[in-house]
Structure formats: C-alpha cells, structure tokens
C-alpha cells in the first residue's frame, strides 16, 4: 500500500498520507517512566537517520548535520 513506508517512522498513528508530525508524539524531552517513548532528537537521531543510512537516501543524507541543523560559527 502506498501508507505502508509512512509507517516506519509514523508507527503509532494510523496509516495516513499526511501522518502527524514527529514533535505530536517526541515533543518532550526523555521522560523516565517512559522509556518507549524518546524525546524528539532522540527520535530524529536513532529512527530517522538510521532508516536514512540504510536506504541510501541521498536527501536528507544522514551524515549531513547542516541539512537539519544550523550551522555554527
């Protein structure tokens, strides 16, 4: 089904098209009693770049800090 890889990352909402976002769920940093649910970086940083690295995505590229991050001086 064309919902089938939206649900990789968007694992815990219904199969949609336009999923939520990721900060609905990882909006909030690592909380304790809640060791399922990781803060958004953590999200973004083991789930996203992880699946990035091994489809060979060549955008974002995983190793591409500035693609997601602002550049510092």
């Known amino acids: ?3 089938t890889m939206c649900q990789g990352c968007h694992h815990n ?8 976002s990721c900060q ?6 690592f909380v304790a009693n809640r060791p399922g649910r990781p803060g958004l970086m953590s999200a973004y940083h083991n789930q996203c770049m992880n699946c990035h690295e091994e ?8 190793t591409d800090c500035v693609a ?3 550049k510092k001086d």
């Open 55 to 62: 489809m060979q995505l060549e955008k974002p590229v995983a």
């Open 24 to 29: 609905s769920c990882h909006g909030e940093p």
């Open 1 to 3: 089904e064309e919902t």
């Open 13 to 20: 909402s219904p199969p949609s098209l336009k999923p939520p």
């Open 68 to 70: 997601c991050h602002e």
